[in-house]
């Protein structure tokens, strides 16, 4: 069926499998311009195709790995800056407890979605903006612990976040959600908020495993709740010289094939320099080798 873009009038040719919903969100890959298609508007037949139409699967962005300290954080935080600086409006979601993207961002304190579910905070009235232009976030604290505990048994906790997120989502062209290394509450909720889900891996047999688990869960998401989620791994600080990070590299080139992003974050030590100072890489040494490299991933994400 062919739908028109409702800002640049582009056409496209939108794909059956994409039709077994009422409405859809996408975006123009001309213009950028995002949009919803509702079923009866797809009507319209017989029409030279120009492209085939995708849907907008870099709107939420869920960072994920069971596995501990494969760059989840610095992930969300660099490539939030990166779609930032490009003018795009960015909200961060510090959904771990342990609160490292909102320390990263020099705050402390601070209310977080614990006070949304508990203190009847609306979530705007909880998301602060951070001293760089074009990016917010909604922090995490030690209170978000007492959740778990709460809502774990409440049925169908996984969708407390998608829900909250509807009244501001629109505000923001991308929103990166940070999880926590298990796979608990935070991340089930943020797994079922994303249409991507972006999977950090360094190149160590057990990081790897950590890959298989998630794409585990997103199949039985897939199937469950969220149909058009779409997972992608990424390979971070990267050790070119080491034999064995080499090896594990090429089993995921293998194992995962398209759905491993081209560019890789290479190990750089302005990384743990640019956490001291509690600022994004790009805004500590813009030039620097990483930064570089999650401009280029927010590009290849961006299409
Ligand atoms: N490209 C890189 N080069 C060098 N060091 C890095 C790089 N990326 C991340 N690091 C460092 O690796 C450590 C772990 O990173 P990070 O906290 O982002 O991982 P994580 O997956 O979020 O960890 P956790 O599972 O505990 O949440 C940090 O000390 C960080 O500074
Ligand atoms: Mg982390």
Not at 35 to 58: G, H, K, T
Not at 199 to 228: A, F
């Amino acid at each position: 069926m062919i739908i028109t873009c409702e800002q640049c009038k582009t056409r496209y040719k939108l794909a059956d499998s994409m039709l077994d919903k009422p409405e859809l969100k996408v975006r123009c890959h001309k213009c950028g311009f995002r949009f919803m298609v509702q079923r009866p508007a797809l009507a319209e037949e017989s029409i030279l195709l120009q492209d085939e139409l995708q849907p907008d699967y870099s709107r939420i962005i869920a960072i994920s790995n069971q596995k501990g300290g494969v760059a989840k954080t610095t992930t969300c935080l660099n490539l939030g800056a990166a779609f930032a600086k490009m003018g795009k409006k960015v909200l961060l979601i510090d959904f771990d407890v342990q609160a490292n993207l909102t320390i990263l961002l020099g705050f402390r304190g601070v209310k977080s979605f614990y006070d949304v579910l508990t203190g009847g905070k609306n979530i705007s009235e909880v998301v602060l903006k951070t001293k760089y232009p074009n990016l917010s976030l909604l922090p995490s604290g030690s209170r978000m612990a007492l959740l778990k505990k709460q809502y774990l048994s409440q049925h169908n906790f996984e969708y407390l976040l998608k829900e909250h997120l509807k009244s501001i989502q629109d505000n923001y062209d991308h929103i990166l959600i940070d999880t926590p290394p298990s796979i608990e509450f935070f991340t089930l909720n943020a797994l079922v908020a994303a249409n991507l889900v972006i999977i950090p891996s360094t190149c160590e047999y057990l990081s790897m495993h950590g890959v298989s688990q998630v794409h585990d869960i997103i199949k039985v998401l897939k199937k469950k709740v969220n149909r058009e989620v779409e997972c992608k791994v990424l390979i971070t600080m990267r050790n070119d010289r080491s034999t064995s990070e080499k090896v594990i590299q090429d089993k995921l080139r293998q194992t995962c094939g398209d759905n491993l992003f081209k560019t890789v974050i290479d190990a750089d030590d302005q990384i743990q320099e640019s956490h001291i100072v509690n600022a994004p890489l790009s805004y500590y040494a813009e030039n620097s080798r990483a930064a570089q490299q999650y401009k280029q991933l927010a590009e290849e994400i961006a299409g």
